[in-house]
C-alpha cells in the first residue's frame, strides 16, 4: 500500500496567520492517465470530512482561495493563508492513484 | 443539495452480521461510482469498499475481502454495506461517500459500527 506521510502532526497557529501542511508519498501519485490523483480534506470537530482540494491544485465548489495546493510526484503542499475559526479541525490528504486509496494520518490545525 | 444519510450501525457480537444502508437524494445517483469509507474511533480515515455506477464492478480493501459486500440499488438511490464476521477491529464510524473521477467528493454524517461481546 501507498504510505502517505503527513507534518507536522499538530500545528498551532494563531488566526489570519499563514501555515503550511505537507503530504509525502512513499510512491509516485503519478497516474498512467497523466493526472495526479492527490486531495485534501478538512474534517471539523464531531463532523465527516469534507473535500477541499482535488488533484493536487483544484478547489472544490465552495472552497475559499485561502486554501491552495501544490506539489508533484510524491510532495505536497496544502497551505492555508488568513486562518479563520472555521478552518480547525484536522486536516488530510488522500491519494487515489493507487488502489488501495490511502489517506496520510492527519494534521490538526488548532490556535495557538 | 447533495445529501447522503446512512443507517444501519449499532452495537454487534464479534462473528456477527449487520447490513448498512446509505439514501441519497438532490443528485442522480446513477451517475456516481460510490463508496464506503471508515474511521475508527479517534483514529484516521480508511477506504473500504468501492461499486460501479451500476454496480457491476466492485473494489474492497484487502482486510474485508470476502467478508464484506457493496451493493447498490439505483431504483431507490441507495447503496448498502453487507458486513459478516464481523471483528473488533470493524468497530468505525462508516461513511458513505460519492466517489467520482478518482475523489470522495460528498460524505454522509456517518453511521456507528461497534464489534464487541
Known amino acids: 500500500d501507498v504510505l502517505m506521510t503527513q507534518t507536522p502532526v499538530s500545528l498551532p497557529v494563531s488566526l489570519g496567520g499563514q501555515v503550511s501542511i505537507s503530504c509525502r508519498s512513499s510512491?509516485?501519485?503519478?497516474?498512467?492517465?497523466?493526472?495526479?490523483?492527490l486531495h485534501w480534506y478538512l474534517q471539523k470537530p464531531g463532523q465527516s470530512p469534507q473535500l477541499l482540494i482535488y488533484r493536487v491544485s483544484n478547489r472544490f465548489s465552495g472552497v475559499p482561495d485561502r486554501f491552495s495546493g501544490s506539489g508533484s510526484g510524491t510532495d505536497f503542499t496544502l497551505k492555508i493563508s488568513r486562518v479563520e475559526p472555521e478552518d480547525l479541525g484536522v486536516y488530510y490528504c488522500?491519494?487515489?492513484?493507487?488502489?488501495?486509496?490511502?489517506f496520510g494520518a492527519g494534521t490538526k490545525l488548532e490556535l495557538k | 443539495e447533495v445529501q447522503l444519510a446512512e443507517s444501519g450501525g449499532g452495537l454487534v457480537q464479534p462473528g456477527r452480521s449487520l447490513k448498512l444502508s446509505c439514501a441519497a437524494s438532490?443528485?442522480?445517483?446513477?451517475?456516481?461510482?460510490m463508496a464506503w469509507v471508515r474511521q475508527a474511533p479517534t483514529k484516521g480515515l480508511e477506504w473500504v469498499a468501492s461499486?460501479?455506477?451500476?454496480?457491476?464492478?466492485?473494489y474492497y480493501r484487502d482486510s474485508v475481502k470476502g467478508r464484506f459486500t457493496i451493493s447498490r440499488d439505483n431504483a431507490k438511490s441507495s447503496l448498502y454495506l453487507q458486513m459478516d464476521s464481523l471483528r473488533s477491529e470493524d468497530t468505525a464510524t462508516y461513511y458513505c461517500?460519492?466517489?467520482?473521477?478518482?475523489?470522495?467528493?460528498?460524505w454522509g454524517q456517518g453511521t456507528l459500527v461497534t464489534v464487541s461481546s
Open positions: 488522500l491519494q487515489s492513484t493507487h488502489f488501495p486509496y490511502t
Open positions: 461517500t460519492t466517489w467520482g473521477s478518482h475523489w470522495f467528493a460528498y
Open positions: 438532490g443528485f442522480t445517483f446513477s451517475d456516481y461510482y
Open positions: 510512491q509516485s501519485l503519478v497516474h498512467s492517465d497523466g493526472n495526479t490523483y
Open positions: 461499486i460501479s455506477y451500476d454496480g457491476g464492478s466492485t
